[in-house]
């Protein structure tokens, strides 16, 4: 079982950022393949970012291409996502999200195995 802690949300301007963190425990993290998904009040959880065990592959929804940036650090079991330019639209609760098939990057959450809590990101104008 893996478990998943994030970090680093909070309430921000339009044009600032944020840098979220996840902690993963309970299995060797260099395997896991982490990804982060959003959601927004009344929607329908979404992708937002996703790299491979070996950082081969990463891939971004087209609403946060070139603005956020999803990075992992295996020696501290964490990955980032270091969020620049934030939008109201943005506003979210953000998830991590881990896959146990670490070699390819997923975009969809039934891909996943494990789920963080959630952390609160509201941007406002």
């Known amino acids: 079982q893996v478990q998943l802690v994030e970090a680093g949300g909070g309430l921000v301007q339009a044009g600032a950022s944020l840098r979220l963190s996840c902690v993963a425990s309970?299995?060797?993290?260099?395997?896991?393949?982490m990804g982060w998904f959003r959601q927004a009040p009344g929607n329908e959880r979404e992708f937002v970012a996703a790299?491979?065990?070996?950082?081969?592959?990463?891939w971004y929804a087209d609403s946060v291409k070139g603005r956020f940036t999803i990075s992992r650090g295996n020696a501290k079991n964490t990955v980032f996502l270091q969020m620049n330019s934030l939008k109201p639209e943005d506003s979210a609760v953000y998830y991590c999200?881990?896959?146990?098939?670490?070699?390819?990057?997923?975009?969809?959450?039934?891909?996943?195995?494990?789920w963080g809590q959630g952390t609160q990101v509201t941007v406002s104008s």
């Open positions: 309970g299995r060797t993290f260099s395997t896991l393949a």
């Open positions: 790299i491979s065990r070996s950082d081969g592959d990463i």
């Open positions: 999200a881990a896959a146990d098939s670490g070699e390819h990057v997923y975009t969809v959450e039934r891909s996943y195995d494990y």
